[in-house]
């Protein structure tokens, strides 16, 4: 049972396009939302989380929107760089228990 | 200064043979876990501990066994190896328990079971 839904699997978009990566989750416990990047050969690193007190949160190009009534948040990555090919995660947790549920990924192309 | 150490990072084994794997991190962490990651990138949780207390098991076959020695590392052990068990293991740390403190995780080893 998987308890965050993640899309597309994968996209690919030209140097300086939008990529936008959606989440749904299921359980309205959930408080914490952080997205992982991932490189080929190396393990995830989190690149910017928010919680459901705030509607967005920015971190240089990289934008979360999130929507608690819709149950669903989303990473826009601005002015898309080669450097930000990679396979993005979304996650979600509650602050109380140690588990973080995972999407599938998303490989993102940025093609220059 | 690598923050989450694994070894090894490449593992190669006929099925039946029984393998470890271990996991230091140097960020004074109190909670550690392992994920396994397969061939379609899905990252599923394993196992989670807490100063050396098991506080996570997910379902996960009993030929798997963690081992904290200490808060610092936490080794996985695998008897009996399966074709399916062939993926990327990665070992990640965090400060408290909370599910919203930012995992830090290692290299990964990948294990490919012929």
């Known amino acids: 049972q998987q308890q965050v839904k993640q899309s597309p699997q994968s996209l690919i978009v030209q140097k300086g396009g939008i990529s936008i990566i959606n989440c749904a989750y299921e359980n309205t416990a959930f408080d914490y939302f952080p997205w992982y990047q991932q490189f080929p050969g190396k393990g995830p690193a989190l690149l910017i989380a928010?919680?459901?007190?705030?509607s967005e949160k920015k971190e240089g190009r990289f934008t979360i929107s999130f929507n608690k009534s819709a149950k669903q948040f989303s990473l826009h990555i601005m002015d898309s760089q080669p450097g930000d090919s990679a396979t993005y995660f979304c996650?979600?947790?509650?602050?109380?228990?140690?588990?973080?549920?995972f999407g599938a990924g998303t490989t993102v192309t940025v093609r220059a | 200064d690598t923050a989450v150490s694994q070894t090894p990072k490449y593992l190669v084994t006929q099925m039946g043979n029984d393998k470890s794997i271990k996991c230091e991190q140097n960020?004074?962490?109190?909670?550690m876990y392992w994920y396994k990651q397969d061939s379609k990138k899905f990252l599923k949780i394993m196992f989670s501990y807490n100063n050396k207390e098991l506080i996570i098991n997910e379902t996960v076959p009993n030929r798997f066994s963690p081992k904290s020695p200490d808060k610092a590392h936490l080794n996985l052990h695998i008897n009996s190896l399966e074709l399916g068990d062939s993926a990327v293991y990665f070992c990640a740390s965090s400060q408290g328990g909370g599910a919203g403190d930012t995992q830090y995780f290692g290299p990964g080893t990948r294990l490919t079971v012929l």
């Open positions: 996650a979600s947790g509650t602050s109380n228990d140690y588990k973080l549920s």
């Open positions: 960020l004074g962490h109190d909670t």
């Open positions: 928010i919680r459901p007190d705030v």
